[in-house]
């Protein structure tokens, strides 16, 4: 039965790649004994197929790149992946300085994204609801008001 769950796991793989953690729990899910888990994980960690370091650069540098993530949201994103404290930073360290990420640009890019989303509103309405997308989105005020100076000018 071990083999199977580790065949399971390697299909699973060859659609998108998984943390450690959730490679487990998604092995779990499908009823495969926990013994059979563990040696299917620990056979795809000793090929290298699972690599957490690898799975949190390549979630970071998607989320950094096309979604206009914070480094905030994005820890907090890893986190629930099962990539947790000083992995997650340094990877997400690792992005920013690779690929020469300006995280102020991003949160201006985000902004620009939204206002155009809400445009036609009443210029009070606009400048709230930026905030409150920006804030949930884990910027910090400094960075909100400096995305919003350079996205709605200066007011």
């Given at each position: 039965?071990?083999?199977?769950a580790?065949?399971?796991?390697?299909?699973l793989?060859?659609?998108?790649?998984?943390?450690?953690k959730n490679?487990?729990?998604?092995?779990?899910?499908?009823?495969?004994?926990?013994?059979?888990?563990?040696l299917?994980?620990?056979?795809?960690?000793?090929?290298?197929?699972?690599?957490?370091?690898?799975?949190?650069?390549?979630?970071?540098?998607?989320?950094?790149?096309?979604?206009?993530?914070?480094?905030?949201?994005?820890?907090?994103?890893?986190?629930?992946?099962?990539?947790e404290?000083?992995?997650a930073?340094?990877?997400?360290?690792?992005?920013?300085?690779?690929d020469?990420?300006?995280?102020?640009a991003v949160?201006?890019?985000?902004?620009?994204?939204k206002?155009?989303?809400?445009?036609?509103?009443d210029?009070?309405?606009?400048?709230?609801?930026?905030y409150?997308?920006?804030?949930?989105?884990?910027y910090?005020?400094?960075?909100?008001?400096?995305?919003?100076?350079?996205?709605l000018?200066?007011?």
């Amino acid at each position: 039965m071990a083999t199977s769950a580790y065949n399971y796991a390697l299909n699973l793989l060859s659609v998108r790649s998984y943390s450690e953690k959730n490679m487990r729990r998604k092995l779990l899910s499908r009823a495969f004994a926990p013994p059979d888990t563990e040696l299917a994980i620990e056979s795809l960690l000793a090929n290298g197929l699972l690599d957490d370091r690898g799975y949190a650069e390549q979630f970071a540098r998607g989320r950094l790149l096309g979604r206009g993530a914070s480094r905030l949201r994005l820890r907090q994103q890893l986190f629930t992946r099962g990539i947790e404290g000083e992995l997650a930073d340094s990877a997400i360290d690792a992005v920013i300085a690779d690929d020469e990420i300006d995280l102020e640009a991003v949160a201006e890019k985000a902004a620009a994204k939204k206002v155009a989303s809400i445009a036609g509103l009443d210029a009070a309405v606009i400048r709230r609801r930026l905030y409150g997308h920006l804030a949930r989105a884990g910027y910090t005020p400094d960075t909100i008001r400096a995305a919003m100076k350079k996205v709605l000018g200066a007011e």
